[in-house]
Structure formats: structure tokens, C-alpha cells
């Protein structure tokens, strides 16, 4: 029977992401996806708090909305300032199961504060349009991301996206180690 999983996003990129990295590990696999736009969820998060519980809430909204899934998604990208004052991108990746929820932190991306600043201008809802305004490229977000054009292609939105969703399958890939309460059985 085939596993079924549920990407809480209609971006395309996540979605790629997503499937990519769970057709690692698994053969037959069908994929849905739904909007959390009724979810309550913030377009942008700021602050490493609200992105985690972000990208965790779209998991239970998933739960709730689409239950009997094998596995629910949810990836969230977020701004914080640092203790240097300096402006960071930041990436939470959840996936879950009926029973528990497992939530990593993806890379750190610098950014220019005057970028920051204006989100909390509210010159635009998300970073991705701001930065399609500022650099002439049409719709940041669901192409090479910030990350993209920060890096100068080298890396895009998809590689790291792909990277944190694989990090929070690791336990249920590996459930005898991680039950096995400090020893290793392989």
C-alpha cells in the first residue's frame, strides 16, 4: 500500500522539496497537498519562536483538516535580528506522524537589515515579494528563493528545503535507534 503524505503548502518549491526528499527513502508514494491560508498563520513569521510554532501548526493543521495520512509537512521560513543586530533568515522543517512531531532548524541565510526593516514597514507581507520588488525578478519565493540570489545561484531555496525536510525524518527512519533508549541497535 502505498504511503501517504500531506504537504501543508501549495508553493511549489516546498512541494518539489518535500517529495524529493522523501522518494529517498520510499517507493511508492502518494503526495497531496493543501493551502494553510485559513490557518491563521502569519504570511511572514519574525522571531525564532513564532517560525518554529509556525511550521509546527501547519502540521496539526493538517492533522486536523486531512487526518489519516501517513506523514504531514510543514516547512516555515522566518526572520530574526541576532544578538550582533544583525537580520537572519531562518527555516523551521516539522514532519509528523498521528503520534509525534519531529521540527528542525534549517540554515541560517544573513540578510541586510534594511531588508528586515522594511517587512516591518510592511513595504510588503513576505520577504520573497520584497525581494522580487528590490531586484526585478518575478516571484522570488517559489524560484531560487533569497537564499538563491544571496548566493548567486550557487545554492537555491530547494537544496536547503530539501536538506531540513530529510534532518526531520531522520527519527522515523531510524525508530529502533531513536527507542532504544541510549543504545545503539541497529
Do not use: H
Not at 93 to 101: K, L, M, R, Y
Not at 143 to 152: A, C, D, P, W, Y
Request: charged share 25%; glycine share 6%; hydrophobic share 40%.
Amino acid at each position: 500500500m502505498a504511503l501517504k503524505v500531506l504537504i501543508t503548502s501549495k508553493n511549489p518549491v516546498k512541494i518539489k522539496a518535500t517529495q524529493d526528499s522523501f522518494t529517498q527513502y520510499f517507493d511508492e508514494i502518494n503526495f497531496f497537498n493543501i493551502s494553510t491560508e485559513k490557518a491563521g498563520l502569519d504570511s511572514q513569521p519574525i522571531g525564532d519562536k513564532e517560525t518554529f510554532i509556525s511550521s509546527r501548526k501547519r502540521v496539526e493543521y493538517g492533522r486536523i483538516m486531512k487526518p489519516g495520512f501517513d506523514y504531514y509537512v510543514g516547512i516555515e521560513s522566518g526572520i530574526v535580528i541576532n544578538s550582533s543586530n544583525d537580520a537572519r533568515i531562518i527555516l523551521y522543517s516539522s514532519v509528523g506522524n498521528d503520534e509525534i512531531t519531529e521540527t528542525i532548524r534549517g540554515c541560517e541565510i544573513p540578510i541586510p537589515v534594511f531588508w528586515f526593516k522594511a517587512l516591518v514597514r510592511q513595504e510588503q507581507n513576505e520577504l520573497g515579494d520584497l525581494i522580487s520588488k528590490f531586484s526585478g525578478i518575478s516571484n522570488v519565493k517559489q524560484n531560487q528563493g533569497v537564499v538563491g540570489i544571496l548566493s548567486q545561484n550557487i545554492i537555491k531555496r530547494y537544496d536547503i528545503l530539501k536538506q531540513s525536510v530529510i534532518m526531520a525524518l531522520v527519527p522515523f527512519l531510524n525508530p529502533s535507534v531513536f527507542k532504544s533508549e541510549g543504545k545503539y541497535v541497529p
